[in-house]
């Protein structure tokens, strides 16, 4: 019988194992790393198909995007590029368009639509708030109706039919909004003397052309829209040309004789609001101490310029009128009752006649056609104060304004 070997010692601490002994300690793993893999850069979009793409979309030149789509294909199919769609899109909206042009052009509709589109630009280039107004603009009212509210209106050249023309402005003091009642007043009272500086010659105005103003709205003057906008304009017809006459084409012989002669129009138009001088004697008087004024400045004005020798002569004349004139006003200012005050204010308005003026300004080269006035006039011929006027509507966008005659 065969006896089994006995089995294989152990081996001593700290050494090896044979064949077929596990070892003694776990091996540690490497880390596997994968091969890299090559990048590959995604295909660019043909900058041919984006141009025909936006070419179509904005119709400016129809077939443009026709072209550009046919060249962007071919370059897609030639070099992988992306952006197929688009070039495809580009096409069929240059087709259509294209195609609407010819029929445009055959019909004869073609300048039309393009007169349209083009007045369109304009207009919408022109558009200005009611708030942006500036010296020297000549506008038109949509609708051509002033006596209305109004955001805004379009400015044009002067040179062209308009319905106003705006003399400049004034602002509003304080920081709480006025009220249209106080705008109002105020507007009447500045906007006059605005105007007669913007166009001096008042016997130079248009017929048609009226006084007009823009105020704020509660809205606007939170913004800080604080401003009275003073024009120009008609409601009858339309202006045209630039009323404007003052230091850019007026010379100073000429514009020291409307400076006096403004100052005693405007001084008579403030007179007191009682048609009878029995109804406020004081109220009377007083004013005929400021026309007095008035005169006196006006006389020291005229004295005090040397005039040309063509108009030294009438000048000197209508300067004896002025002086009788300031006299009879200030026995006015101080008369013991109406009757003395009607005497006196009478004789005044009389020393001043139409036909001395006339030969003044014909000397100066000025106008010579005296403006139509209402009851109350001044006889030199000046403006008799009446005036329109404009509220600015609540608008969301803050500024408009409506003229209402008066």
Sequence with gaps: MDIPPPPAPEPPPGQGHGPGWPPPYPVPQQPWYPYPQP???????????????????????PPLGLVLGGFALAQIRKKGLRGKGMAITGVVLSSIATVLALV???????????????????????????????????????????????????????????DGEVSGSFKLDGSAFPGEQRMTALADQKCW????????DSWALPVEAESYYYTPSQQSWKVGDHSVTC?????????????????????????T?????????????????????????????????????????EGTRLRGRSWPSTAQDPVDARLKEVDLAQKEWAKAAVAADADAFYLHSGAADRAL?????????????????????????SSSGGADGGSSGGTDSEETDGGSGSGTEV
């Design 231 to 255: 024009a120009f304009a008609t409601t009858s017809g339309k202006l045209k040309g630039s009323v404007r006459n003052d230091a850019r084409r007026l010379d100073p012989d000429q514009m």
């Design 104 to 162: 445009l052009a055959v019909s004869g509709g073609f300048g039309a639509f393009w007169d349209g589109f083009r007045e369109g630009i304009d207009d919408a280039k022109s558009r200005r708030s009611t708030m942006d107004l500036r010296k020297g603009d000549c506008f038109v009212v949509p609708g051509g109706e002033l006596e209305r509210e109004v955001v805004k209106v379009n400015v044009v050249p002067c040179a062209e039919p308009h």
């Design 353 to 377: 006649r139409q036909a001395t003026e006339v030969a003044a300004r014909a000397a100066l080269h000025l106008a010579t056609t005296p403006p139509a006035t209402d009851s109350g006039g």
């Design 39 to 61: 990048f590959q850069e995604p295909a660019k979009t043909s900058g041919l198909a984006i141009a025909s793409l936006v070419t179509g979309i904005v119709c400016c030149v």
């Design 193 to 200: 003397a605005v105007e007669q500086e913007y166009a001096m």
């Design 257 to 297: 004789y409307l400076r006096a002669a403004n100052a005693y129009d405007r001084v008579l138009a403030a007179g007191p609001d009682q048609d009878r001088v029995e109804d406020d004697l004081d109220g009377f008087k007083k004013w005929a101490g400021q026309v007095s004024e008035v005169l006196t400045q």
